[in-house]
């Protein structure tokens, strides 16, 4: 009752706005015509292809080293890591004699248990071999392309509706996704970087289908520590990490292909994406393409997946991604009890920052589904990113009405109106108000620095 009260409220506001906004008729797009030309215009393989070149670092310019690892490293990590990647940074003539072998492989799995660790060794790497370095996070890449350019299926008729009709719809919309009707309990449990469409199979051929999963290569992982849990369960929001609107694999994995082409004709080369596994199976197309992408590189060019996992389990790699990533190279903790509690207590941290980062990027990727945007989400702190990421679309449907109903002259972006934290915050209270216990409820500030992780524990927003 308490869940359809605050639906029906936010619903009532929502169409209240709507249809006294209705009186005037006025472009969702604000009357930018050259915002709304370019959004019109779409993605292009140039336009990504520019944004991807932006991601391009030097490797020499890099202060993240092996003999400087911000980290403890396995002198055993290290060497394999280094002596698979110069086969082909170096182009070596060696290449001819290990092109059968898995570690002299050109596309490399990174197993570990923080995406920083992953990152940090790909820099690392990269200014060993003053190599040019390109990190790739799919799924902010592509929801900043998204904002930035959309998803080229508008036409002019879409920036000509009133702001009445596609309020309506946005609420509408928003409402449709939401859970009003009593719906099966789903299971508890720290949910790390959950993925709309991991469930996705893919559709290759029979011969591949039904082969079993292979385990994780005993080379890499004979020696390897137990060690304890990787920091404390938190309640963290369901993250989608693949976006639910269009968009052309076959783009991205063309602008990449031309980006790595390009580049590797004058330097070696290291590309790095994260959460490769979830980045492959975003579709059946994708994994194709991005099979093709590997078959068609030549040159000084490395690729190196990340792929999060526990070191206590005894997880199984996927077939179709040992059939890409042929070599696996799993991460190591110290052996060293003092060392091993510094470890954990790093990558601890870095935890934190990477769940910052994903929340914001899940409550981007809402609004940008929405045609909304908001610039100062950097400005938030973590515990706020995290129920504002749980309860974003309940959230976003009141915020929409307090904004438009609070400004005169709204801003709007390439054809997406700009909310402010403001609003967000006013929704935010309203919602934690109803939502929340007097001990948990928690205030949305607004800070000066790019992170800040509020020194109160993590709320549990209950329904």
Request: charged share 25%; proline share 4%.
């Amino acid at each position: 009752m308490e869940r359809k009260s605050v639906v029906m409220s936010a619903l009532g506001i929502g169409i209240g706005v709507g249809v006294g906004l209705g009186l005037a008729s006025a472009p969702w797009a604000g009357g930018a015509s050259a915002s709304a030309s370019a959004r019109a215009a779409g993605v292009t393989v140039e336009r990504v292809e520019q944004d991807l070149r932006r991601l391009l670092a030097d490797g020499a310019d890099s202060k993240v080293t092996f003999d400087e690892f911000p980290y403890y490293l396995s002198e055993q990590t290290r060497v394999v890591l280094t002596s698979a990647a110069y086969v082909h940074l170096k182009q070596a003539e060696i290449s001819k004699y290990t092109r059968n072998l898995a570690p002299a492989s050109r596309a490399i799995l990174l197993s570990g248990p923080a995406e920083l660790y992953q990152q940090m060794l790909a820099r690392a790497l990269a200014h060993y071999f003053q190599a040019k370095l390109l990190l790739l996070d799919p799924t902010d890449f592509l929801i900043k392309i998204h904002n930035k350019y959309g998803t080229g299926g508008g036409t002019e008729k879409t920036f000509k509706r009133s702001i009445s009709e596609t309020t309506l719809e946005r609420v509408s919309g928003l409402f449709g996704s939401l859970s009003i009707l009593p719906q099966k309990e789903q299971p508890k449990g720290t949910i790390r970087r959950q993925s709309s469409m991991t469930d996705v199979k893919l559709r290759s051929s029979e011969s591949t289908s039904n082969l079993p999963k292979l385990r994780r290569n005993a080379s890499s992982s004979s020696d390897m520590s137990s060690m304890a849990s990787q920091g404390p369960s938190t309640n963290t929001a369901p993250l989608r990490r693949t976006s639910s609107w269009t968009f052309d694999d076959k783009i991205l994995v063309q602008a990449l292909y031309k980006v790595l082409l390009s580049v590797s004709k004058s330097y070696p080369i290291v590309l790095y994406i994260r959460d490769v596994e979830k980045f492959l199976h975003k579709s059946p197309k994708m994994y194709l393409l991005f099979e093709k992408l590997l078959n068609k590189l030549d040159g000084p060019v490395l690729v190196l997946g990340s792929r999060i996992v526990d070191m206590e389990s005894d997880e199984e790699l996927d077939y179709r991604l040992t059939v890409l990533f042929p070599y696996n190279i799993e991460i190591k903790p110290p052996e060293n009890e003092n060392h091993l509690v510094s470890w954990k207590s790093q990558l601890e941290e870095d935890m934190k920052m990477i769940q910052f980062q994903d929340n914001r990027n899940h409550i981007m990727e809402v609004l940008a589904e929405n045609d909304l945007e908001c610039d100062d989400l950097g400005s938030i702190c973590l515990s706020d990113t995290m129920c504002l990421s749980k309860y974003i679309e309940e959230i976003v449907v009141s915020a929409v009405s307090y904004h438009l109903m609070n400004n005169k002259d709204p801003d709007y972006r390439n054809g997406k109106l700009v909310l402010s934290t403001k609003s967000l915050s006013h929704a935010s209270e309203i919602f934690q108000g109803n939502k929340m216990t007097d001990k948990d409820s928690m205030k949305l500030e607004v800070t000066d620095g790019t992170l800040k992780v509020c020194s109160i524990n993590v709320p549990t927003c209950q329904l």
